[in-house]
Nanobody
Framework: QVQLVESGGGLVQPGGSLRLSCAAS????????MGWYRQAPGKQRELVAT???????NYIDSVKGRFTISRDNAKNTVDLQINSLKSEDTAVYYC???????????????WGQGTQVTVSS
């Protein structure tokens, strides 16, 4: 019903930057919230950043000032600009959408397959 395709992950040195992108497609009527989760080995998945349909953003404290989330409502895409990368940012990053499907009044959550971000010197 809904597919999320992430891109932009890779290997980068500490202090470097990456831009993650996610494109949502499928039987979508409207996306209310988009965001990015991440999960490091042995750790719980955490919600890194979100952006609402109105443009309101939220970030976990550890990424504030370094990560910037943005979206294109017309294209159903969300990006995460990651600057000043630290080793602790190493994780698989998952795109997230909370959306209303066509002919369905209920909201649904979806996650992508993830893209690996590795920060290492």
């Amino acid at each position: 019903q809904v597919q999320l395709v992430e891109s932009g992950g890779g290997l980068v040195q500490p202090g470097g930057s990456l831009r993650l992108s996610c494109a949502a497609s499928g039987n979508i009527f409207s996306i209310y919230t988009m965001g990015w989760y991440r999960q490091a080995p042995g750790k719980q998945r955490e919600l890194v950043a979100t952006i609402t349909s109105g443009g309101s953003t939220n970030y976990i404290d550890s990424v504030k000032g370094r990560f910037t989330i943005s979206r294109d409502n017309a294209k159903n895409t969300v990006d995460l600009q990651i600057n000043s990368l630290k080793s602790e940012d190493t994780a698989v990053y998952y795109c997230y959408v909370n959306c209303l499907l066509r002919l369905d009044r209920g909201l649904h959550d979806y996650w992508g397959q993830g893209t690996q971000v590795t920060v290492s010197s």
